[in-house]
């Protein structure tokens, strides 16, 4: 079974206190997991140690329950895990298909040109996300929701079991989010994504599990009835909160 | 395996023969004419060179001793710029020859004036290699010093066929050399000398010494100076010094050069100004503007002997009483250039600056 | 498809512009002052041992140098500014100009003629500075590390700079300061057989490398977690795609100086033309440097008696270019 298992994972910055202590928990199955919690507790940081960009300070981080991700060919990461970040700096006046097909880099040995199945992807994804007129247009062209959606469409392009998705709704408005997060139930039907928010309702909405962050370090798994409470996201966002389940008004958005 | 190291044999051997190609490939005739220049280069003729051509910086020195030698006027087909602000004195000894060209100009150009030669002061063997490359004769000079002159007026004698015409013009240096030298150890006492060249290029007023291993320098301890700036730290250059270093080294004589400006002016600026009536050279009357015609005397082109005479009268006048020197200047014009005094009268006196009567 | 005719308009313009930078050495070479300034007629050389001489020794290595050293600072230009997002730094920036410029100017003062040991102190010095750049920029306490490599592509150049006047102040003036500074604004004046023999495989091996990896240069471009994630890794082969880039640079800096402008400029006209993707307009900038430098050289030769710098052409032809892009250009290419 494919999976990233946390084993006793623990992690600091240089001098710093540690923002995980022996974390001890699995991602895996066709699913949305959310990571959820306030700015600053280290759910950007937890899904880079995931990645296997960042090394734990102890502990371990293993693929498959046995490949530890240190291990792993950096030239092959791409197989395993792709990323989609809160905002990231583009290639200078790249198509958006040259972009999407730089994802697909991982795929192809060192020297290679993209090739024609490489091109038949691409397509395909961007079909899929809908933005096919996109093709020609010029990164720096296009608005922060046009970009955060070809940013997916790279991170698709690369056909990995793992999405990681870094706060990308942070800064998109409403029908952009909509878009997004429909796109993300979809993608959950064959992929494990990884989808990190601040914001309670969101992780409501589309997720099948949840991990809580709170600011005191601890990490918490769960299913998103347990934990999404009033009393949880009280402690989490230290003021009162919590989600109304009984009669909600319903939005028919997803 | 051993195709391949065969191959790159072949490439090596190409390479180092393009690389190692030397262009300057030996006469395999009988060579008339073998010369050593200044930088020990030994270059070889079949025939007397007809066409010579003077490049690069620093020319007027090798222009004046060339033009010195009748075959030089002659041979002498095109020249970089020998103009120092003041006129060219060798369109004067040449007015039909008007092929001259930048100081820096590319080997190519110079090539178009198709010479037999090209002759280069020891400094500019950048463009040298370039006319190597071209398989045209080079021969460096320096003549900056008076064995250089020695030596090297000989050179120029081989090259022009004319040995004879080298010795007269090196005896006439080995003359006033001996004669200065041994007037100079009769000094008791040397006077303390200071040498500077005022210079007001880009607006800003500065007073600079020379190293002591240039002609400037030579010249002034030939001629019995106690060279003051010998004490400081010194550049390869002109070094600047201030007015408070003059001050305090207060020596007893000053001679001074102005490349750029009139040195007449100069001197009498410096000799209004209370600062510098304090220092005891300006007092006593003993700073002395350079002779200046169409170039400074006191660099090493041919006047120098003159300008040797010079510095030794004004350290030690008693030795060289009666010594007039528009008469010497006269004879050196008549000596190397040919000239009758009525030729002197017209185009140097006139323009002649500097504490010369 | 799109996708496919947009490949073969690429691929054909690449090969106009080969074409048309063979059709420009050949002039090249048949330009210049002799016999007297203009065009030299070919065939009045069959009996000119001299012009012969002229084309074969002086004139055929020079455009040699002049395609090279314009194909080093195009390549490198567009790989510098692909890797930093930034379409206004050019390959001297981090060091390495004022690096080469600083080794060459210490080699002059030292070993005065030998030239072997110039290049190799360019070189030495050239990277040097590249690493040095780098370090700072690691250094510096904050995490911008693209704006981190500006700050310490300043601090590194001021440094040489300073080194460099103090070598200027030392030297004699009438043999080595000449050199010196003629040297800092750029020329190929000294490009003869023995300098450019020794540097063309490695020029061309460095040329080489980067031309096989350009799609994986793209992703210099890109975020470092994302490149990681497309298999990048960043902190080997960004630092070794650079060298490569600054090779070329670095020895050609060693026999031409510092040329401005053209590792700025013609990368930001390539993409212009053919877009960001480096697997076109890596060579297109390449090819395009190597027009550029190869017209400013030619006219820097032939113009006036004495060469004109280099660097000065490039900074002329550079600024005028720049301008008319930025008041033409149509795509949004800066």
């Known amino acids: 079974m494919i999976a990233i298992a946390l084993q006793n994972v623990t992690f600091s910055y240089p001098d710093q206190k540690p923002i995980f202590e022996t974390v001890n928990l699995r991602l895996f199955g066709n699913q949305v997991i959310t990571l959820l919690g306030p700015n600053g507790s280290g759910k950007s940081t937890f899904i880079k140690l995931c990645m296997g960009f960042l090394a734990p300070t102890a502990g371990d981080i293993l693929f498959n329950g046995d490949l530890p991700v240190k291990k792993v060919p950096v030239h092959q990461i791409g197989n395993y895990v792709a990323y989609v970040p809160q905002s990231e700096s583009f290639p200078y006046h790249l198509s958006v298909f040259d972009y999407v097909l730089l994802g697909r880099t991982g795929k192809n040995r060192l020297i290679q040109m993209p090739t024609a199945s490489d091109t038949a992807v691409a397509e395909e994804i961007l079909r899929k996300i809908g933005i096919e007129t996109f093709a020609e247009r010029s990164l720096q062209e296009l608005s922060g929701g046009e970009q955060q959606l070809v940013a997916f469409a790279r991170a698709l392009a690369q056909q990995a079991p793992f999405l990681f998705l870094d706060e990308i709704a942070a800064e998109l408005d409403l029908k952009n989010t909509l878009q997004v997060l429909r796109l993300i139930r979809d993608l959950a039907a064959d992929h494990t994504i990884i989808f990190s928010t601040h914001d309670p309702q969101i992780a409501e909405a589309i997720s099948d599990s949840v991990i809580l962050f709170s600011p005191n370090s601890e990490v918490i798994i769960g299913q998103p009835k347990e934990l999404l409470t009033s009393q949880m996201l009280t402690k989490l966002y230290e003021i009162p909160s919590g989600i109304i389940r009984e009669n909600p008004i319903q939005i028919n958005w997803l | ?357 | 498809m799109s996708q496919d005719s947009t490949k073969s308009s690429k691929t054909k313009g690449l090969l106009l512009l080969t074409a048309l930078l063979a059709v420009i050495a050949l002039l090249a070479l048949f330009f210049g002052r002799y016999p007297s300034p203009g065009i030299t007629n070919p065939f009045a050389l069959a009996t000119d041992p001299l012009g012969q001489s002229i084309i074969f020794n002086l004139r055929t290595p020079r455009v040699i140098a002049a395609i090279l050293l314009g194909m080093a600072l195009g390549g490198a230009g567009f790989i510098f500014q692909q890797s930093f997002s930034n379409p206004l730094v050019e390959p001297g920036f981090l060091g390495v100009s004022p690096g080469a410029a600083f080794g060459s100017a210490l080699a002059i003062l030292l070993f005065s003629g030998q030239f072997f040991l110039i290049q190799t102190f360019a070189i030495i010095f050239s990277l040097g500075g590249l690493v040095l750049s780098l370090l700072i920029a690691r250094i510096i306490p904050d995490n911008n590390y693209k704006l981190n490599l500006v700050f310490s592509g300043i601090i590194v150049s001021a440094l040489f700079s300073a080194g460099l006047g103090i070598i200027k102040y030392i030297a004699d003036p009438l043999s080595q300061l000449p050199e010196i500074t003629f040297w800092l604004l750029g020329g190929l004046w000294s490009a003869a057989w023995p300098r450019i023999i020794p540097i063309i495989l490695p020029v061309m091996a460095s040329f080489l490398v980067l031309l096989i990896f350009r799609w994986r240069i793209n992703l210099m471009g890109l975020d470092d977690r994302v490149a990681f994630t497309s298999g990048f890794n960043v902190k080997k082969e960004k630092p070794l795609f650079l060298f490569f880039a600054v090779i070329g640079v670095a020895l050609l800096t060693s026999i031409a100086g510092i040329v401005n402008w053209v590792g700025l400029i013609v990368p930001i006209i390539s993409r212009t033309l053919f877009g960001g993707n480096a697997r076109f307009t890596l060579p297109a900038s390449m090819i395009n440097g190597a027009i550029f430098v190869l017209i400013c050289d030619t006219i820097a030769r032939a113009l006036f008696a004495g060469e004109v710098p280099l660097g000065v052409l490039s900074a002329l032809l550079g600024s005028l270019s720049f301008l008319i892009v930025v008041i033409f250009r149509r795509r949004k290419a800066l």
């Open chain 2, 1 to 357: 395996m051993q195709k391949y190291s065969l191959f790159l044999l072949l490439i090596v051997v190409a390479i180092s023969l393009m690389a190692g190609c030397n262009p300057l490939t030996p006469n395999t005739g009988e060579s008339t004419i073998t010369i050593t220049d200044a930088l020990d280069r030994e270059v070889t003729f079949s025939d007397l060179p007809e066409r010579i051509v003077i490049a690069g910086r620093g020319t007027i020195i090798i222009v004046d001793a060339l033009l010195a030698f009748p075959e030089g006027q002659q041979r002498l087909v095109a020249y970089a710029k020998t103009d120092q602000g003041k006129g060219s004195f060798t369109q004067v000894l040449l007015p039909a020859l008007d092929t001259v060209f930048a100081n820096d100009a590319s080997a190519e150009e110079i090539a178009s004036h198709q010479p037999d030669v090209v002759l280069l002061k020891t400094y500019m063997q950048e463009l040298g290699n370039a006319l190597d490359l071209l398989s045209i004769p080079v021969v460096y000079f320096s003549m900056e010093t008076f064995e250089e002159y020695q030596n090297e007026l000989l050179t120029m004698g081989t090259l022009l066929g004319d040995a004879q015409r080298a010795e007269v013009l090196a005896a006439y240096y080995a003359d006033i050399v001996t004669e200065v030298e041994q007037k100079t150890q009769e000094i008791a006492e040397k006077p303390t000398v200071l040498f500077l060249y005022y210079s007001s290029r880009d607006g800003t007023v500065a007073f600079n010494v020379p190293p002591l291993q240039w002609a400037q320098s030579e010249m002034v301890r030939r001629a019995g100076g106690n060279l003051v700036w010998s004490s400081i730290p010194l550049e390869n250059n002109w070094t600047i010094v201030n007015f408070e270093q003059v001050a305090a080294w207060n020596p007893d004589i000053i001679f001074l050069t102005a490349y750029f400006d009139n040195v007449d002016q100069i001197k009498q600026q410096l000799v209004d100004d209370p600062q510098w009536q304090a220092l005891s050279a300006v007092d006593s009357g003993n700073i002395y503007a350079i002779p200046t015609a169409f170039y400074a005397w006191d660099q090493p082109h041919t006047r120098w002997g003159i300008a040797q005479l010079w510095y030794a009268q004004k350290i030690n006048p008693q030795n060289y009483l009666d010594y007039d020197f528009h008469l010497l200047a006269n004879d050196f014009y008549a000596l190397f250039y040919g000239w009758s005094p009525d030729k002197y009268e017209q185009v140097i006196r006139p323009i002649l600056q500097g504490d010369i009567d």
